[in-house]
């Protein structure tokens, strides 16, 4: 139940910018009174703050509709979020700005959170290609769903509006054969 405003507080909304959120990433459970890391803190600590896989537990990314939250997750390095459970506009705006959310079964959350208390150092593997979440280590794997259109995207490294873009010669050659 990691809510967007645990993901990036409030008092860092201020900007339009999609840069510059990831020091302030989880900032209430990172960083103490003075600003400095706690050191128990899992992104405090390697090998986990080095990771392009953000694994979480279920329900992460409830409560407001802040993209600020899925910029902070960019701007950090994370290219993919793996949970059992993801709130619908959280999952949306992931996918808007370009970091996979993968949904797998709170049984199979299970086996990757036991993998990591065994190996701190596992190895997993998101293949958007065949819609693929993987222990490496184990072997074990599960299906992800994506819709065509945002895997498409996904794989090109577009958003909606790089999409069209793509699309102008189609579009300006259906609007020219318009009767209106």
């Not at 694994?55 to 059992?84: L, M, P, Q």
């Not at 970091?99 to 959170?113: K, T």
Request: proline residues 3%; charged residues 25%.
């Amino acid at each position: 139940n990691i809510d967007t405003d645990m993901i990036i507080p409030k008092q860092f909304l201020k900007t339009i910018k999609r840069t510059g959120l990831g020091k302030n990433l989880f900032f209430e459970m990172r960083y103490d009174n003075e600003g400095k890391e706690i050191s128990d803190f899992v992104l405090n600590q390697s090998p986990y703050n080095d990771s392009k896989i953000l694994i979480t537990g279920k329900n992460f990314g409830c409560g407001s509709s802040r993209e600020h939250a899925v910029w902070a997750i960019y701007d950090y390095g994370f290219r993919a979020v793996v949970s059992s459970f993801f709130a619908d506009i959280f999952k949306n705006n992931c996918l808007n700005i370009g970091v996979l959310p993968v949904q797998v079964s709170e049984e199979f959350l299970i086996d990757i959170f036991l993998q990591i208390d065994t190996n701190p150092k596992s190895n997993f593997e998101v293949n958007l290609e065949i819609q693929e979440f993987k222990i490496i280590e184990t072997g074990k794997s599960e299906k992800f769903n994506i819709s065509s259109y945002k895997k498409s995207n996904m794989s090109n490294g577009f958003d909606d509006i790089d999409y069209l873009i793509n699309k102008k010669q189609e579009i300006s050659k259906f609007a020219n054969n318009s009767p209106y």
